[in-house]
């Protein structure tokens, strides 16, 4: 059987629309993470050994047969660099240097670590149509056809016609905040949509667990998108500053996306009165839309 290395240690997000990848593979997978998002593939049947960047040591002794490193992450870039194997697809890091194979070049060149330069990587993700999972797939030899998020943890069907609104985005990307949340739910409030706010929470289980109470999720690009895909909700995200197009949405997803989305494409510049150009009733549309769609019979507050 085929030993193959996997190592994907970056945003939380990334880490699960990576799991498609596993479908297609057939050995004994070893993947290497970081200790936040072991919750995403812990109990995985198709991962033999889940490992994190400080426990990864035992590998030097081994050999694999193939080293799948879609990171940009030093860490990573070192450990795919000092695996040994017969392949290695993606990133490598090692004299001070990254470097990525040519077959993960078409993904790679559009990236921060690309041997094009920023400027030119940009231009390439602006133009860009195809989805993450196909450049993906396509380095390691397959075709993405739809193949599915995976999230092992099991979490109970639940068919009640709410909406999950995150209004929260991380600190690298202050763009993707849209400021139209407030309005949003005060259309909510008064057409009687039942819906509630995701907070933070102890545990990222517990986080998947409030985001599968609702039929629709209303956020930015972020993880809650990602999980609500994962879990097969419905989803409206509002895309300010990243690419919409690398999103493959499973014809569950409804995109949302700011007209001058050229002029802020990945910048990482303070909050700007413009991101309330998209209007609440735009996304508000959309969200009754995806009720709609779902079969649900809508519920409203009393």
């Known amino acids: 059987m085929r030993k193959i290395l996997i190592i994907k240690i970056g945003e939380l997000g990334d880490v699960l629309r990576t799991t498609p990848l596993l479908r297609k593979l057939h050995g004994n997978v070893t993947w290497i993470t970081g200790r936040q998002a072991l919750p995403l593939l812990a109990g995985n049947p198709y991962i033999a050994r889940l490992l994190t960047p400080g426990g990864c040591a035992k590998i030097r002794r081994e050999r694999f047969d193939w080293v799948i490193n879609f990171d940009e992450d030093r860490r990573a870039g070192k450990i795919a660099s000092s695996a040994k194997a017969a392949r290695k697809t993606g990133v490598q890091f090692s004299a001070g240097k990254f470097t990525y194979c040519e077959n993960s070049a078409p993904w790679f060149d559009m990236s921060l670590i690309s041997r094009l330069g920023l400027r030119e990587a940009d231009r390439l993700k602006y133009r860009s149509r195809k989805t993450y999972q196909h450049y993906l797939f396509k380095a390691c030899g397959f075709r993405f056809n739809g193949e599915e998020y995976m999230l092992p943890a099991a979490y109970p069907e639940i068919t009640r016609p709410l ?99 050229h002029e802020f494409f990945y910048s990482t510049a303070g909050r700007s009165r413009d991101f309330k150009e998209i209007g609440a009733d735009t996304v508000f549309n959309a969200v009754t839309g995806a009720l709609a769609q779902s079969g649900l019979r809508l519920r409203r507050r009393k």
């Open 163 to 261: 909406v999950a609104v995150e209004r929260r985005t991380g600190l690298r990307w202050p763009l993707k905040h849209w400021r139209g949340y407030g309005d949003l739910t005060g259309l909510f409030k008064k057409t009687g949509i039942d819906f509630f706010i995701l907070r933070q929470r102890k545990s990222l289980r517990e986080y998947i667990s409030d985001i599968n109470r609702c039929a629709v999720l209303v956020s930015g690009d972020t993880l809650a998108m990602h999980i609500a895909l994962a879990l097969r909700k419905r989803a409206v995200a509002i895309f300010n500053c990243t690419s919409p197009w690398e999103i493959h949405g499973y014809a569950r997803l409804r995109k949302i996306v700011h007209s001058r989305l």
